[in-house]
C-alpha cells in the first residue's frame, strides 16, 4: 500500500462527499465517490490499483475536475492532482 496515493485519494473522497452533482459532469458524485472508494478498498487490501483509471480522473476537463469547479474545490483538484502524478513519476508501475 502506497500511503501518499492513500493520503490524496482519502482527501478526494472527502471532498465528493461534501459535493453535488453539477450539468457538466456526465458521471455523478455518487458513481465517482464509488470509484474512489473502491480504490481505497483496494489499496488498503494490498491490492493492485488500475492506475489509467485513476489517472483519467486527473485530465483537464475530467468529470473529476468538473465536479471540483462546481463545488468549490477546483484548486483542491489541481493540488491533488500534481501530488498523483508526481507520486506515480517517482513509481510509474503502480498506484
Not at 465517490?33 to 485513476?54: A, K, M, P
Not at 468549490?72 to 489541481?78: E, K, R, T
Request: net charge negative; proline share 2%; aromatic share 6%.
Amino acid at each position: 500500500m502506497t500511503s501518499g496515493r492513500l493520503k490524496y485519494l482519502v482527501e478526494l473522497e472527502k471532498l465528493l462527499h461534501e459535493s453535488q452533482d453539477t450539468a457538466w459532469s456526465a458521471t455523478s458524485v455518487r458513481e465517482m465517490l464509488d470509484d474512489v472508494t473502491t480504490c481505497i478498498s483496494q489499496l488498503q487490501n494490498g491490492e493492485e490499483v488500475d492506475s489509467g483509471s485513476v489517472h483519467s480522473w486527473l485530465y483537464p476537463t475530467s468529470d473529476m475536475q468538473e465536479i471540483a469547479i462546481a463545488n468549490g474545490w477546483g484548486n483542491d483538484f489541481l493540488r491533488i492532482a500534481n501530488q498523483l502524478e508526481s507520486l506515480d513519476k517517482k513509481k510509474p508501475d503502480s498506484l
